[in-house]
């Protein structure tokens, strides 16, 4: 394989496998906060019980999420130095304030929260996860700010002498439009993550009848906040999706399966299969008018297919990278991974109002089958976020800033296919690797479950007559 083909996939492994944890991370912090926050203004112990039960897997899905993040910075300076280089003046202004302020605000607090529950007031404490929570969002604020400019590239000029990007504007940046519907659809989907892994994990034990107060009331808490947060990201995606039709085209097309441009109404296909060599639809499922009603909220509208698309980006960017260029995205996985993605986000929407009905009425302890698959839905929203990152990244081709910088541009000229190859094995080695001993320290956690230090204290009272508590 070419040294950017594996270059290529050291990226996605990195991005996917990191994205396993920065949106759990986030969305835990935001659960415990609310736990911690109905300890507070309710004065009910199991409330605190929860944010701390809880507050130990954040802590350990936010250490991961650090470990892969630096992983992937690595393999940014290792194989990506040139396009390092083009976006440098750009990105650093953005990455130094994610580091200095927000990272640094959320790991902060983060140590407050953990070692302060005995040494500051209940309020007090209370402030430090907020804080935590807003640092994660201003952290992945910044991230995304530099990952809108890749997607819709503003506020700078192209210097020639030097053959980089310079930020001339950095108010622009920051008012990117892609960055305000990027933003808030990503930050949804994160509390979204938090939220049912802990309604999924409750209803897991729940399931097997174990603390059964205890993970009924986190399954509430976790089903109300991921309902809430599940709607507002499929609202913001919806938004997003209606804005690639005139930015970004052929992302659009490819997502919806679209070769040759469509009638009017379109109708939209709920499965396909694609011929990506004779670049047609062979085989499709359509629904008539749907797509007219996705993508322009009415009953008529036609769509431009990827053939005419192909057409345009030709007419428009030949003089700049030639004849030659190849503007067809991979049709297969954006068809499918939109698909899964807005089928897991209604899903979920649906799973969260059935759930939280049947818990009203007391009804949901006898109904096994649902808890058992609201404990499934647990690892659910990691498919979705995967899916999305597939179609956000993987829809830019053949660009890393779209229109401006190519992929092919943007590989480091000195790094070895032998070199990559060895980084590649080393990298799935250590993801594996930390994946395995996450998911053994939260089954852990899981099995011992939320009072565990407490029945440890009366073992070990029971087992020393002396000891201070036996008195």
Same mark, same amino acid.
């Given at each position: 394989?070419?040294?950017?083909?594996?270059?290529?996939?050291?990226?996605?492994?990195?991005?996917?496998?990191?994205?396993?944890?920065?949106?759990?991370?986030?969305?835990?912090?935001?659960?415990?906060?609310?736990?911690?926050?109905?300890?507070?203004?309710?004065?009910?112990?199991?409330?605190?019980?929860?944010?701390?039960?809880?507050?130990?897997?954040?802590?350990?899905?936010?250490?991961?999420?650090?470990?892969?993040?630096?992983?992937?910075?690595?393999?940014?300076?290792?194989?990506?130095?040139?396009?390092?280089?083009?976006?440098?003046?750009?990105?650093?202004?953005?990455?130094?304030?994610?580091?200095?302020? &927000?990272? *640094? %605000?959320?790991?902060? $607090?983060?140590?407050?929260?953990?070692?302060? =529950?005995?040494? +500051?007031? #209940? @309020?007090?404490?209370?402030?430090?996860?907020?804080?935590?929570?807003?640092?994660?969002?201003?952290?992945?604020?910044?991230?995304?700010?530099?990952?809108?400019?890749?997607?819709?590239?503003?506020?700078?000029?192209?210097?020639?002498?030097?053959?980089?990007?310079?930020?001339?504007?950095?108010?622009?940046?920051?008012?990117?439009?892609?960055?305000?519907?990027?933003?808030?659809?990503?930050?949804? &989907?994160? *509390? %979204?993550?938090?939220? $049912?892994?802990?309604?999924?994990?409750?209803? =897991?034990?729940? +399931?097997? #009848? @174990?603390?059964?107060?205890?993970?009924?009331?986190?399954?509430?808490?976790?089903?109300?906040?991921?309902?809430?947060?599940?709607?507002?990201?499929?609202?913001?995606?919806?938004?997003?999706?209606?804005?690639?039709?005139?930015?970004?085209?052929?992302?659009?097309?490819?997502?919806?399966?679209?070769?040759?441009?469509?009638?009017?109404?379109?109708?939209?296909?709920?499965?396909?299969?694609?011929?990506?060599?004779?670049?047609?639809?062979? $085989?499709?499922?359509?629904?008539?008018?749907?797509?007219?009603?996705?993508?322009?909220?009415?009953?008529?509208?036609?769509?431009?297919?990827?053939?005419?698309?192909?057409?345009?980006?030709?007419?428009?960017?030949?003089?700049?990278?030639?004849?030659?260029?190849?503007?067809?995205?991979?049709?297969?996985?954006?068809?499918?991974?939109?698909?899964?993605?807005?089928?897991?986000?209604?899903?979920?929407?649906?799973?969260?109002?059935?759930?939280?009905?049947?818990?009203?009425?007391?009804?949901?302890?006898?109904?096994?089958?649902?808890?058992?698959?609201?404990?499934?839905?647990?690892?659910?929203?990691?498919?979705?976020?995967?899916?999305?990152?597939?179609?956000?990244?993987?829809?830019?081709?053949?660009?890393?800033?779209?229109?401006?910088?190519?992929?092919?541009?943007?590989?480091?000229?000195?790094?070895?296919?032998?070199?990559?190859?060895?980084?590649?094995?080393?990298?799935?080695?250590?993801?594996?690797?930390?994946?395995?001993?996450?998911?053994?320290?939260?089954?852990?956690?899981?099995?011992?479950?939320?009072?565990?230090?407490?029945?440890?204290?009366?073992?070990?009272?029971?087992?020393?007559?002396?000891?201070?508590?036996?008195?």
């Amino acid at each position: 394989m070419s040294v950017l083909t594996l270059a290529r996939f050291q990226f996605a492994m990195t991005t996917i496998f990191h994205y396993f944890f920065v949106p759990l991370s986030i969305g835990l912090a935001l659960v415990v906060a609310v736990m911690e926050t109905l300890y507070v203004v309710k004065k009910k112990e199991i409330y605190k019980d929860m944010a701390k039960f809880w507050g130990h897997i954040f802590l350990l899905s936010f250490a991961v999420g650090v470990v892969t993040g630096i992983i992937q910075e690595f393999q940014f300076g290792m194989n990506w130095s040139a396009y390092s280089r083009f976006v440098g003046d750009i990105f650093g202004a953005p990455l130094a304030i994610e580091a200095l302020l &927000a990272f *640094f %605000l959320e790991s902060t $607090f983060i140590g407050l929260w953990s070692f302060g =529950w005995t040494k +500051f007031s #209940k @309020k007090l404490h209370l402030v430090f996860i907020w804080l935590v929570v807003i640092g994660s969002t201003l952290s992945a604020f910044w991230i995304l700010l530099a990952n809108s400019f890749m997607q819709h590239p503003v506020g700078y000029s192209f210097n020639s002498v030097t053959g980089r990007a310079e930020l001339n504007d950095f108010l622009a940046v920051i008012k990117n439009p892609q960055l305000w519907l990027e933003f808030p659809h990503v930050i949804f &989907a994160a *509390f %979204l993550t938090g939220a $049912f892994v802990v309604a999924g994990l409750s209803a =897991w034990k729940l +399931f097997k #009848k @174990k603390d059964v107060e205890f993970f009924t009331r986190s399954l509430r808490v976790g089903l109300v906040l991921g309902g809430i947060a599940a709607i507002l990201t499929v609202a913001v995606g919806d938004l997003q999706t209606k804005a690639l039709i005139e930015e970004q085209p052929m992302k659009f097309a490819a997502a919806e399966g679209i070769y040759e441009n469509t009638d009017d109404p379109a109708s939209w296909s709920a499965v396909a299969l694609f011929d990506t060599k004779e670049k047609e639809t062979k $085989f499709s499922v359509e629904i008539p008018y749907m797509l007219s009603i996705l993508g322009n909220h009415s009953l008529s509208g036609s769509f431009k297919g990827m053939n005419q698309v192909n057409k345009e980006l030709h007419e428009k960017y030949d003089s700049k990278f030639g004849k030659d260029m190849n503007y067809y995205v991979p049709t297969n996985v954006l068809f499918w991974s939109f698909r899964i993605m807005a089928g897991f986000g209604t899903a979920l929407i649906a799973l969260a109002i059935l759930d939280l009905f049947l818990l009203k009425k007391g009804w949901l302890m006898k109904q096994r089958w649902l808890l058992w698959v609201t404990g499934v839905c647990t690892f659910v929203p990691f498919i979705a976020n995967t899916s999305g990152w597939l179609i956000t990244e993987m829809g830019r081709y053949p660009w890393t800033v779209y229109g401006v910088f190519t992929v092919a541009d943007s590989v480091s000229p000195n790094v070895t296919a032998n070199q990559m190859l060895f980084t590649n094995i080393v990298f799935f080695l250590l993801f594996a690797s930390l994946g395995a001993v996450l998911v053994y320290l939260i089954r852990k956690e899981m099995n011992k479950g939320p009072y565990h230090e407490e029945q440890e204290i009366k073992e070990n009272v029971a087992l020393d007559p002396f000891s201070k508590e036996a008195f």
